[in-house]
C-alpha cells in the first residue's frame, strides 16, 4: 500500500515573467489578471482538501482520491501557466500575491498586487518580497 508520501501532488511549475510592465499597463491587465488568480487560489483551496481526504482513506477509496487529486493539480497548473503567459509571476497561491517586472531608477524592481486589492499601490525591490513593499508614489520611472 502506498504511503502518505505517495498522496503528495507534484509540484506546481511556478510562473515565469515575460515581459516589463508600466504601472499603467499592469493595472489595466488586473481585470484578466484577478479571474486567473482567484481560479488558482480556489483550485489550490480544492487540491489542498483532496489531499487531507486522500491520506485518511485506503485502497480502492484512496486511489480514487488520488486521482481527483491529480486532476485538481493539471487544473492549478493550467491557471498558473495561464497566468505566465500574461506576463507576470506567482509568488503565493494560497493567498493570490503576484509580481509585475517594472523599472525604477533604471532597475528592474516588482509591481506587488495580492488578490482582493483594487489596483497596484505598492512596488518592492526583486530581492525583498512583499515585507519590503512601498507605495508606488515613490516609482520614478516606468520603462
Known amino acids: ?17 515575460r515581459r ?60 498558473v501557466d495561464e497566468l505566465t503567459e500574461v506576463g507576470v509571476e506567482l509568488k503565493d497561491y494560497h493567498v493570490g500575491l503576484i509580481d509585475f517586472i517594472a523599472r525604477h531608477q533604471g532597475r528592474d524592481i516588482y509591481l506587488c498586487w495580492k488578490l482582493g486589492e483594487d489596483q497596484i499601490t505598492h512596488w518592492h525591490e526583486l530581492q525583498d518580497g512583499f515585507a519590503g513593499r512601498q507605495p508606488v508614489s515613490l516609482l520614478e520611472d516606468s520603462e
Open 1 to 17: 500500500m502506498a504511503g502518505s508520501q505517495s498522496l503528495s501532488p507534484q509540484p506546481v511549475h511556478p510562473s515565469r515573467p
Open 20 to 79: 516589463r510592465f508600466t504601472l499603467t499597463e499592469a493595472n489595466r491587465s488586473l481585470p484578466l489578471v484577478r479571474r486567473i488568480v482567484a481560479d488558482i487560489v480556489q483550485a489550490q483551496q480544492v487540491a489542498s482538501e483532496l489531499h487531507t481526504q486522500a491520506e485518511l482513506l485506503s485502497g480502492r477509496d484512496q486511489q480514487d482520491a488520488q486521482g481527483e487529486l491529480q486532476r485538481q493539480v493539471s487544473r492549478l497548473q493550467e491557471y
